[in-house]
């Protein structure tokens, strides 16, 4: 299966924004020439993206974005508010502006499910592993951020990262299909269960990464590590060229490999080396990081700047979920810099060059400064040509911006380096794992409820054919 050729997609990317109703020229609203310039044009696409959020309004939902789209409740899935929550934990981070953070804390600790592990009942039919650990990253960032603590008598960041964890560590999520592996999904009943892919191995490998770090706990690396050789055997890192793919399905014991490579799976698996990296100083790890980023920087930023490979430059084919990724591929790489700074030759010219052409399209809408998601033209491309200026698309613009600022910002802090968090040990062993072993798989209707992979299920299989045959 050959997947659509990147010149075919930039070709595809230019005439998409040479045929839209771009209008005259207008001028770019955003300036990153000086590190106040930096945190203006932050400032301010904070203030757009939060405009997008309602959960703080009352009689709204804290922490979640509007939807889900299955209840015709918005265009956003419950894991993009978590991801979301992390973007503004880093943005208070690096520019040091905390006008959101009691917006954000009210929305981390609002979706804890009452067993402090991000599974809360309104959520927890439709939850993918993937789902569940986006907010578990988030809980981490907070840790290694020194987020402000929440007041004691609720739970903590780092215990709740621990919570997500140790569900996910927990044998009844683990089975001997493929070797090993976490599934998708997580209740059996789901569309998905009987699907392994990369994103949901690859949160808990990075968070399991940066639990080791930050309380130098053995058996959380010990899990990292097995979760990575997994992925590495079952070859959705590809042996030869580490391209990283999605996933397979169970019946076919992980061998016929759904070959989409999105970026995030690339960018997260680097970012959870780095931690690793950092925390055992091996050349195995150093190897893994330069390959990744090898492969990064071949597939995904081919002209220097953020590309979308398997959805951007057919229109419409980016669906919600893949418009918020490259903003994580931004801030996950400026982080790297942190921990193996011997990557900044290779990764921040890049980042900045990718930044300087997504704030270049940042001209649409009435304010003149609306982001859409097509950097590599430089080009806002109007919302009713394609419906590219969502959250997702803001949150990528304000990732990326923020994360300029990542020389000047502490890199994530440990147990041993001034972390102020606290911890459990025993966090999340009240909660259940999978809610009933064993059930049938059925056709319910929770197919597009996890992150990404719905379209490489049973439904968009002309999409899927599109994909790999290269039109
Ligand atoms: C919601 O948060 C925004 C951004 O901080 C703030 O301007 C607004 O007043 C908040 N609304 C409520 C009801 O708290
Ligand atoms: C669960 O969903 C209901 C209905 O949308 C909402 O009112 C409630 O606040 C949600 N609960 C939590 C803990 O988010
Ligand atoms: C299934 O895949 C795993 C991992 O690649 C492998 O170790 C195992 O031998 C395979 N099982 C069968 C029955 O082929
Ligand atoms: C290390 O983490 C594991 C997994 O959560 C836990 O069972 C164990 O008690 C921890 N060990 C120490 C010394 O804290
Ligand atoms: C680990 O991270 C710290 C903090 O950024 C950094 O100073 C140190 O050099 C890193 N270690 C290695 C081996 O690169």
Redesign the pocket.
Known sequence: MALLGRSTARWLAAALAASSLLPAAQAQFYKIGTTDEIKESARTLAYDLMTQYKGNLSGETPGILPGPPTEHKGDYYWWEGGAMMGTYIDYWHLTGDPSYNHVIEQGMLHQTGPNFDYMPPNHTASLGNDDQGFWGLSAMLAAENKFPNPPEDKPQWLALAQGVFYTQAHEDRHDQT??GGLRWQVPPTNIGYDYKNTIANACFFDLGARLARYTRNDTYAKWAEKTFQWLW??QYIDNTDWRVYDGSHVQN??TVILKAQFSYNAALLLHGAAFMYNYTESDVWKMRIDNLILGIKRDFFELGIAFELPCEGRQGACTADMLSFKGYVHRWLAVVTQLAPYTKPALLPMLRTSTEAAVKQCTGGASGRQCGFYWTTGAYVDVAVDKTSGAGEQMDVLAAVSSLLIEEADPPATELSGGISKGDVNAGERGGFNPDPLPPITAADKAGAGILTAFTLAGGSALWYVMNTGL
Do not use: A, E, L, Q
């Open positions: 493929c070797g055997d079952v014991n992980c």
